[in-house]
């Protein structure tokens, strides 16, 4: 056993960090796949923190002033997961022995719906980072709003991924621009990506990009030094700026012919190398060992803990975070009417949600008059006055989208976010987490369609909204009308269970009726234009693209051809009705067509073949938008022919079955 690996038998706080790294290369041994590397190299500066700094009762996870700890390098799992084991939540030694296997509470990246304790879902590199900033922002807005009942801090760790990803660049300006003081980064630098040296890569200088950003930081050069790690963290709470800590580590610590290098990060030491990790730090062969005196510590720190959320509570009952007020359909009733851009019919329903419910908050990326999204009450959240409403995120949509997630994760805030649907590209990781994570946030993406114009296909977007229809839980609402955008707002102001886009039009639309403001909820989808009790022909549609269809159903009524139009601005809350309840609002037709000015993949179900749609399976066209739609072949009368070719070839449908 090497003098400078063994840990003093007298000290508890070495026999902690040797306990987290045995366990952690015990879980990953035990499921024959993982990543020991980290939460052995790392394993001092996070028993610190845990110990020394975070605020926390294992008692109460869900405690709203505790402080968040982010483990950004999820692959690192294996470290927080006896982090949480040791202080005492409901973490027994059977699920670390049940690690990355079926139905554990130890999946392969920490997931908060699964495990308690686990403050957000990681994995893809950054998105944990970029949390703790959009966490550490609603602490300062909450604080803002209700004084000493917050005062917490954001804790996160990151590895070299997580900062070579765009969205650390972009997240970690944003902390800066807002001075996010109560956020705290440790950085494990140990030198190593999965392909060998980090600088064979990247040799960015971290700390003067931080730096840059605003950010204090300071280094740690011994990653061992508990004492070190200890008041780099006292200095860094004392700093009215985000922090970095940068940590020199080794990855795989402690374990011999492995250290340092990248056969530590993602595989299983192997039983021989184990076993001699354990011999060089006289550790029992037993695995998965706690040391009597390590839980003990770790139980008397719980304890204090769960006193100081008690004092907590007992200074400020009934100060806690009041949930966000979800009967507001009174409050939207009426307020967006007429011929408009469903964009600007969302402006009304936000000027009116922001009034109802001081809790929307958010803003756009650099586009708040474009996407009207400027006009939400309540000021602007700056680094000087936190107590605003709307954030300027600025050109990061996905920063912006992952910060969404750390203020729906925080508790208190219904966030939204806004772009051109077209850059939805650039947050949709950020977005597919949101609905993994089954986050309630609001997208509002507008300038829906090639009807974009001049700007060209670059701008005009065609696969995107198919496209976002395929991530789960995430639900795609392409509203008509201004009456129609008030009830999809209803639905993502009521909806808890995950993320809704709003998918927003350019150019004024004309005004389809009234409707009820919940239908897009319980049906999405209604009947409109003209009444036709036994239709020949139904034609579904969604946005923009329903008064194209009301235009040719009035000229093939006229031709003796009696023609329903739907609106559809939710398809797969319409499709996943039982079939009498979508032949109720179908109608008898003995044709069904559909038309969406985009991929029309995913309507071929609800029609009885691709040949039944018109939509656009390529890219747009720079001009007018009217005469793009025009060359595209999105016309009324091309409507008109595809139902009369529809009619002639016309087979049993799936709908009626």
């Known amino acids: 056993m090497s003098a400078d690996l063994a840990p003093d038998r007298a000290d508890v706080d070495g026999r902690a960090v040797t306990t987290l790294r045995l366990l952690a290369a015990d879980m990953v041994e035990a499921a024959g796949s993982g990543h020991p590397g980290l939460p052995m190299g790392a394993a001092p500066m996070a028993w610190v923190l845990w110990s020394r700094h975070l605020r926390h009762d294992p008692s109460r996870p869900d405690w709203p002033d505790r402080d968040r700890f982010v483990l950004s390098a999820g692959h690192g799992s294996a470290l927080l997961y006896a982090l949480l084991h040791l202080f005492g939540y409901s973490l027994p030694l059977d699920e670390l022995r049940r690690f990355r296997q079926l139905g554990s509470a130890t999946p392969g990246h920490p997931e908060s719906v699964h495990t308690a304790g686990v403050e957000t879902t990681t994995g893809p590199l950054g998105q944990g980072l970029a949390n703790a900033v959009g966490l550490a922002l609603a602490e300062r807005m909450q604080q803002a709003r209700l004084g000493a009942a917050v005062d917490h801090h954001t804790y996160a760790l990151v590895g070299d991924g997580c900062l070579m990803e765009g969205i650390s660049h972009e997240a970690a300006s944003l902390a800066g621009q807002l001075r996010l003081g109560r956020l705290v980064v440790l950085y494990d630098d140990n030198d190593i990506t999965i392909d060998g ?36 963290l006292v200095a860094a709470k004392a700093d009215a700026r985000p922090s970095l800590i940068i940590v020199r580590t080794v990855i795989g610590f402690g374990a011999p012919g492995v250290e340092g290098t990248a056969a530590a990060h993602g595989s299983p030491l192997g039983p021989a190398t184990l076993a001699a990790t354990r011999e060089r730090f006289g550790w029992p062969e037993t695995a998965f060992h706690v040391p009597a005196d390590v839980a003990a510590h770790a139980a008397e720190l719980a304890a204090a803990g769960t006193e100081r959320r008690r004092q907590w509570e007992a200074a400020f009952a009934g100060r806690q975070d009041r949930a966000p007020a979800l009967d507001h359909a009174a409050a939207l009733h009426g307020i967006a009417t007429g011929p408009m851009a469903t964009r600007q019919a969302s402006a009304r329903v936000l000027a009116a ?47 912006m989208a992952a910060v969404l997630n750390g203020l729906a994760l925080h508790g208190g805030f219904r966030p939204f976010g806004s772009t051109f649907l077209v850059f939805s590209d650039y947050l949709r990781p950020a977005l597919r987490l949101s609905a993994l994570m089954g986050l309630p946030v609001v997208y509002v993406f507008t300038h829906d369609s090639v009807a974009v114009g001049e700007d060209g296909p670059t701008h005009q977007p065609v696969e995107h909204v198919e496209s976002l229809r395929l991530i789960p839980n995430l639900a795609v609402l392409r509203p008509a009308d201004a009456a129609e955008t008030v009830a999809a707002w209803h639905v993502a102001l009521t909806r808890t269970t995950g993320p809704t886009a709003l998918i927003l039009s350019r150019q004024s639309l004309p005004d389809l009726g009234a409707c009820p403001v919940g239908f897009v909820g319980e049906s999405g989808a209604r009947v409109v234009g003209a009444a036709v009790d036994e239709p020949q022909v139904t034609i579904l549609a969604t946005g923009s693209e329903v008064a194209l269809a009301c235009s040719a159903a009035g000229e093939l009524s006229a031709a003796a051809v009696p023609t329903r139009v739907v609106s559809v601005p939710w398809r797969e809350r319409f499709a996943a009705l039982a079939p009498a309840d979508r032949a109720g609002i179908v109608g008898t037709a003995d044709v069904v067509v559909a038309v969406e000015a985009g991929a029309t993949g995913g309507w071929a179900a609800l029609t009885g073949g691709p040949e039944r749609v018109l939509g656009l399976d390529r890219f747009g066209a720079s001009g007018p938008g009217e005469r793009v739609l025009e060359h595209l072949g999105l016309t009324a009368a091309a409507l008109v022919e595809l139902a009369r070719r529809s009619l002639l070839t016309r087979e049993a449908m799936p709908l009626h079955a």
């Open 197 to 232: 040296p980090a600088g064979q890569s990247c040799r960015d200088d971290v700390a003067g990009r931080f730096a840059a950003y605003g950010w204090h930081t300071v280094r740690v050069p011994d990653g061992n030094d508990l004492d070190a790690i200890d008041a780099a």
């Open 353 to 399: 949600a922001g009034a109802a419910l001081p809790e929307l908050v958010g803003g756009s990326a650099d586009l708040a008059g474009s996407t009207g999204t400027d006009a939400l009450p309540g000021g602007v959240v700056t680094a000087d006055d936190y107590s605003g409403s709307t954030i300027h995120f600025g050109i990061r949509e996905h920063a």
